[in-house]
């Protein structure tokens, strides 16, 4: 005898194998969630974290640009004091350089020629006067060359002229300063009027 079976086990099995399905996709699709949310709050941690590390190296960036900007003025307070004390410096090394060229300059003056005027411009020395003759003018630029003080003089001009109806030889001269300390002196302009014949 044949059995024939009038269940439906065709549609039984497809809702179970249909039952099975949703199971395992609602099973990924949680553990799908799972996963994302783990992952969301394990990133936005990490990015609190880094926030924080930033703020932190933002904080301590300020501080060393304040430092650096401290170090700064500190450095140009430095300069300008070493500025000054080299300024002071100078000048107590120049502050003899003026009286040790007017006696130099008194000493190599003969007798018969007259300075008029000179001025200082840095290490160099302007000259202008009278003498008696043209010898004694070629006189005094040899004392001068010989002197501790002055290299040697160039004439620039020497005519003849009276003063006090006397007839003399109005010459002007230029000569440098052999002190190093004159050299690094700032220019000046001294000028000084002698006794005329």
Do not use: W
Request: proline content about 3%.
């Amino acid at each position: 005898m044949i059995r024939i079976n009038l269940l439906p086990h065709r549609e039984q099995k497809k809702a179970a194998h249909r039952l099975r399905f949703q199971l395992l996709l609602g099973c990924a699709v949680a553990a799908a969630l799972l996963i994302i949310g783990i992952s969301y709050f394990v990133l936005d941690a990490r990015q609190s974290r880094q926030d924080e590390r930033n703020q932190f190296l933002q904080a301590e960036i300020t501080k060393l640009n304040q430092q650096i900007k401290d170090i700064g003025m500190l450095k140009k307070q430095r300069d300008d004091l070493l500025a000054r004390k080299q300024l002071v410096e100078r000048l107590q090394q120049g502050r003899n350089d003026a009286v040790h060229v007017f006696d130099q300059l008194l000493r190599q003056t003969p007798d018969g020629i007259y300075l008029k005027s000179f001025k200082q411009s840095g290490n160099t020395f302007s000259f202008s006067g009278y003498g008696l003759s043209g010898a004694r003018v070629s006189n005094y630029m040899r004392t001068l060359a010989q002197s501790q003080i002055f290299n040697e003089p160039q004439l620039i001009e020497v005519k003849s002229a009276v003063v006090n109806n006397q007839r003399v030889s109005e010459f002007s001269l230029t000569s440098t300063l052999k002190l190093p300390a004159a050299a690094s002196a700032p220019a000046s302009q001294v000028a000084a009027q002698g006794a005329k014949p």
